[in-house]
């Protein structure tokens, strides 16, 4: 009797340690299994799937970077799903409208808005590598390092892949920047 009160103490203990490192950041992952799923019943489900597994290798997780962690189990949640329920499409999606307050001018907040969508077309049009890549990045605010550890890509790839996404965005939104001269 007192083995099944010990294993129970060890499971609340267990529930409430993952609960505490892993609930902060729901949203972050919602958003990801958004943009990769492109719809928010499928990310729901995937975001339950991970939180899942998430739980299930919980054991597994030794301290460090929740987010980071959390966010790796996401992302192969998503392609894992992807790849059983749309097998010929790996398509990304931006989060629902940015939680922008109204300025008080209509024209001004239609224009924002219209500048918003018009963004997201364009970050959608980007191939998915170079998408993924300014999702984490300026999408999530993750560092490179964190970057390269959710993918299992090299720090140099990671900004590669950022700097071509950026540039591949200007252009496509006809934005020329200055050439900086060696001077």
């Known amino acids: ?8 103490a060890l499971s609340e203990n267990k529930t ?13 992952a919602y958003n ?13 489900d995937v975001v339950q799937e991970a939180y899942f597994r998430a739980f299930k290798f919980f054991d597994s997780f030794h301290g460090g970077d929740g987010r980071s962690w959390l966010l790796k189990i996401v992302r192969n949640t998503c392609y894992t799903w992807l790849q059983k329920n749309r097998p ?3 398509v990304y999606e931006l989060d629902e409208e940015l939680h922008v307050a ?18 997201r ?8 590598s170079n998408r993924e890549i300014l999702v ?3 999408i999530q605010g993750l560092s490179y390092k964190e970057i390269a550890a959710i993918t299992e890509l090299p720090i140099g790839t990671v900004m590669s892949r950022l700097a071509r996404a950026r540039k591949r965005l200007q252009a496509a939104a006809g934005i020329q920047l200055p050439e900086v001269s060696a001077g």
């Open 16 to 28: 409430a340690n993952f609960e505490e490192i892993f609930l902060p950041h729901l949203d972050a």
């Open 1 to 8: 009797m007192w083995v099944e009160a010990g294993a129970l």
């Open 88 to 90: 010929r499409e790996i």
């Open 136 to 138: 984490f990045r300026d």
């Open 32 to 44: 990801l299994a958004r943009w990769l799923t492109r719809d928010p019943t499928d990310a729901d």
């Open 102 to 119: 109204p300025t008080g001018d209509p024209e001004k907040d239609l224009l924002e808005d219209l500048d918003r969508r018009e963004l």
């Open 121 to 128: 077309r364009l970050v959608e049009e980007l191939p998915p």
